[in-house]
């Protein structure tokens, strides 16, 4: 079992920053990629960010230029820095892990989500 926990979120105006956190723990031997995602009202859950161990980092054009993801592979760990935010990006924001876990099996594994409002 693999838990994932976000923390960071809540209220904040237009122009301010946030950095969202992810912390994974559990039965792990390696964290392949880890991403966040996020969810508005009504609508599909949409890939923002994500770091694989090796490639490309990956930003959604909505958000480049103004989040940056991050990891810590010795802590298990995924930051979302988020500067310039625009009401348009509030929403949950889920974090989700494809994670190695003995005795050799890969699953991906996703957070609770964590409440992100930017009011105009």
């Known amino acids: 079992q693999v838990r994932l926990v976000e923390s960071g979120g809540g209220l904040v105006q237009a122009g301010d920053s946030l950095r969202l956190s992810c912390a994974a723990s559990?039965?792990?031997?390696?964290?392949?990629?880890m991403a966040w995602y996020r969810q508005h009202p009504g609508k599909q859950r949409e890939l923002v960010a994500g770091l694989p161990s090796r490639g490309d980092i990956y930003y959604a054009d909505s958000v480049k230029g103004r989040f940056t993801i991050s990891r810590d592979n010795a802590k298990n760990t995924a930051d979302l820095q988020m500067n310039s935010l625009k009401p348009e990006d509030t929403a949950v924001y889920y974090c989700?892990?494809?994670?190695?876990?003995?005795?050799?099996?890969?699953?991906?594994?996703w957070g609770q989500g964590i409440q992100v409002t930017v009011s105009s």
């Open positions: 559990g039965n792990i031997f390696s964290i392949n990629s």
């Open positions: 989700n892990a494809y994670v190695l876990s003995p005795p050799g099996t890969i699953a991906s594994w």
